[in-house]
């Protein structure tokens, strides 16, 4: 069983939440919060396989929230948000969020997407991420992180992180670098382990921080 505690402050959409969910054999909604103090208390104490968590909220906002989560290990995170072009959205993914869905994705997404956090993936629309990073990393001013942390990669994993800043998926970037998938599974594990990344996601922040790829080029 997946378990999930689902983080709102409108008690209405938490109810939505859990009747999609709660249909679900493989999903148990083990707990609810309306702020992101008690979302922190509740994964401490309940340690779910992830937190459905909104951004925007009293007390303690989603962001802090999900950095609390990540940095402690009691769980993954997914954030919600209204609106795709959200600077709390991009402050989550920096602070470890698995990914996040609109809150009109459609039931089945939701399901989905849940599903492969649980199983330890990232759930980001390569699309929305560019945009989000267009909008929040610059555009074209200088890095926000030194490039020299970048170093310990081989030019193999770099060619490789810019196709995953790119949005490309493992089989992509086989096609586009004529390698096996495996081999490219195997050069993503090393890039995450050595640049101490979580997931795609953080990957795909770090390269535009650090200048590896710019807002605006494909």
């Known amino acids: 069983m997946i378990r999930v505690v689902l983080v709102d402050d409108q008690e209405l959409m938490r109810v939505g939440f859990r009747m999609v969910l709660g249909a679900q054999p493989d999903i148990d909604v083990v707990g609810e919060a309306g702020n992101g103090e008690e979302a922190a208390r509740l994964a401490a104490e309940l340690r ?5 968590m909104d951004v925007r909220m009293p007390v303690l906002d989603g962001v802090e929230a999900t950095k609390l989560i990540v940095d402690a290990g009691t769980a993954r995170v997914l954030v919600m948000t209204t609106f795709d072009l959200d600077e709390y959205v991009y402050a989550a993914l920096r602070g470890g969020a698995s990914g996040f869905l609109l809150k009109d994705t459609p039931p089945d997404h939701l399901v989905s997407a849940l599903r492969s ?4 993936e990232a759930v980001v629309s390569p699309s929305v991420t560019r945009r989000l990073l267009d909008r929040f990393v610059g555009t074209g001013g200088a890095p926000l992180r030194d490039a020299s942390v970048l170093n310990v990669l081989t030019e193999r994993e770099r060619e490789v992180l810019v196709l995953i800043a790119k949005g490309m998926s493992n089989t992509e970037i086989a096609e586009a670098l004529f390698l096996s998938e495996a081999t ?3 050069h993503v594990g090393r890039i995450l382990a050595k640049l101490d990344l979580r997931d795609r996601v953080q990957a795909v922040v770090l390269a535009y921080e650090t200048g590896l790829t710019r807002p605006g080029v494909s």
């Not at 779910?48 to 459905?52: E, S, T």
């Not at 956090?117 to 330890?120: H, S």
């Open 48 to 52: 779910p396989d992830v937190v459905l």
């Open 117 to 120: 956090v649980a199983g330890g």
């Open 184 to 186: 490219v599974k195997t």
